[in-house]
C-alpha cells in the first residue's frame, strides 16, 4: 500500500489462482514478503535492497498482520504461514530487502511476535529464507526465546544445489526446516536427466536434511517451453493453444502424491546400489 492506503485489488491475478487451487482442494497458502512497501524502507524503494527502518517495525508487523486478516475477510483465502522477507542476502533490480540476524531477532521478539498475539493472527512464520541453504541470518532469533517462541519453521532456498545437511538449531528446538524455493534446469520439457536431477534433491532434502517442506518456483509459464529459462513444470504456449508438461513435474508429483502431509519418516538403506537411493515413510493414521 501507499502509507496508510490498502489497495486490495492490485493482486487480482494471484487472488484468482489461490481461489482456484482452494475450490480445487488445496487448503495451505504460505505467503512470502519480498520487500516491505518502499515508505518503510531506508532505500525508499522496493527495489535494489535496502533495510527495514527502524521506525518502521511496528506499522510492518501490523502490515503482515493485516494483509492475513485481509486476505481472509476479502477474498476467503487463510493464510497458513507467512515469512518476513524472502532471500534477505540478495540485492537485485526486482523487489528485494535485507535483513540482518539482529535486525530479524528485534523485529519478531519486540514487534511481529506480540502484534500477531494481540490481532489474534494464527499464521505462522518461517525465516530467514536466504539464497541458499543456510540458517546463520536465523541465529540470533533462535537464541533468544522471546523471539523463537514465534517462528516454526526455519526456511531457505537451495540455488546452490549442494549437499544440504540439517539445521541443527532448528531441530534441537523442534522446529520444522522448509525448502521453500528452487527452480531452474533444462529447457527441453522431455528431458528426463532433468527430472531425475530433481527427484534426487528432493530425495537428499527429506532423508538427509530433514527437511519437512520442498517447494518449487515456478508453477506455469506463458511460453513455449524452449523460450524460457527452465522454471516452469508447466509450459502454455499461447500462442498455438497447447500446454506442455516438463518431465519434473512427474518427478516432484511422484513424492507429492505418495508422501502426503503427516506421513513420517522411518528407517531405509539411503543407497543400497549405485545410481539407486531410497526412503520410506508412514501414515501414522494407519502405520
Known amino acids: 500500500p501507499t502509507q496508510g492506503n490498502w489497495d486490495w485489488n492490485v493482486d487480482a491475478g494471484q487472488i484468482w489462482e489461490m481461489q ?6 488445496v487448503s495451505t497458502f504460505i505467503s512470502s514478503a519480498w520487500s516491505e512497501p518502499a515508505w518503510m524502507k531506508t532505500n525508499n524503494s522496493v527495489i535494489n535492497g535496502g533495510h527495514l527502518r527502524r521506525d518502521q517495525y511496528q506499522a510492518y508487523a501490523d502490515y503482515l498482520a493485516r494483509y492475513v486478516i485481509g486476505y481472509k475477510n476479502h477474498f476467503g483465502l487463510k493464510i497458513s504461514a507467512i515469512s518476513p522477507s524472502n532471500e534477505p542476502n540478495l540485492v537485485s533490480t526486482y523487489q528485494t530487502n535485507e535483513w540482518t540476524a539482529a535486525e530479524f531477532d528485534t523485529f519478531m521478539k519486540s514487534y511481529l511476535n506480540p502484534t500477531l498475539k494481540k490481532l489474534h ?3 505462522q512464520v518461517y525465516l530467514p529464507e536466504e539464497v541458499t541453504w543456510a540458517d546463520d541470518l536465523a541465529s540470533a532469533t533462535l537464541s533468544d ?3 523463537s517462541v514465534g517462528v ?5 532456498h537451495d540455488y546452490a544445489f549442494g549437499s544440504p545437511t540439517p539445521f541443527a538449531d532448528a531441530q534441537a528446538q523442534g522446529k520444522h526446516q522448509w525448502m521453500s524455493e528452487v527452480s531452474g534446469g533444462s529447457t527441453d520439457p522431455g528431458d528426463i536427466s532433468d527430472a531425475l536431477k530433481w ?7 527429506l532423508s538427509t536434511a530433514n527437511t519437512n517442506s520442498w517447494d518449487w518456483w515456478i508453477g506455469v509459464e506463458p511460453h513455449a517451453p524452449t523460450s524460457g529459462d527452465g522454471q516452469a513444470l508447466i509450459y502454455l504456449d ?3 493453444n497447447v500446454y506442455t508438461p516438463a518431465k519434473r513435474l512427474f518427478s516432484i508429483g511422484n513424492f507429492s502424491r505418495f508422501i502426503r ?3 513420517v519418516r ?4 539411503d543407497n543400497p546400489a549405485t545410481g539407486i537411493y531410497t526412503s520410506a515413510y508412514k501414515n501414522p493414521q494407519n502405520n
Open 121 to 123: 493472527v494464527a499464521a
Open 199 to 205: 527427484a534426487y534433491e528432493i530425495q537428499s532434502h
Open 238 to 240: 499461447t500462442a498455438n
Open 261 to 263: 502431509p503427516g506421513y
Open 20 to 25: 482456484q487451487a482452494q475450490q480445487r482442494g
Open 152 to 156: 516454526s519453521a526455519v526456511a531457505a
Open 266 to 269: 522411518i528407517g531405509a538403506t
Open 145 to 147: 526465546p522471546a523471539a
